[in-house]
């Protein structure tokens, strides 16, 4: 049984939702999960989908250019363009659906990403911004809170992987 944190919130008012997750992992394990995307791809997509990442490039100003694939094959790609990072910290992203062709699908969101260690445990914070309401909406009724709740749970089982090796 763990006892791990995880607390999502959903604010109307301010078009954010807010994640805090702790994991059972080094802060540079995590940290790492988020930025490679060799890492990225074997957790970043709800089960059964899978993550398939064509472009990354982690640094202020660079994106990753990724979809996440059915187990059908269908792609449902996303453009995300890194706007701040400071190293172990945080960083901030600009996330946006986009076509094939990398052509975004505005308006999108702006997401920030926190992360503290203490005693082994790593503490992810979340906050993810909508420029519209209507956007943030959709994002929730296409299942987005059990979405990424299973995502983060493939997190969970790659560092535990990881942690063994």
Known sequence: MNNLLFDFTVDKATKTVSINR???????????????KELLDQWWAPKP????????????????FYAMVSPEGLERWSVQQYTSISPKTQF???NAFADENENPELPGSEWELNFSEHNGITTLSVSIYNESLERMEK??????KEGFTMTLKSLEELLASLSQQ
């Open 49 to 64: 989908w899978s993550s398939k990442t064509k472009v990354m490039n982690f640094e202020v100003g660079g994106r990753r």
């Open 139 to 144: 994002m929730i009724e296409m299942g987005f």
């Open 22 to 36: 702790e994991f059972n992992a080094t802060l540079s394990l995590v940290w790492d999960a988020f930025t490679k």
């Open 92 to 94: 901030k992203l600009l």
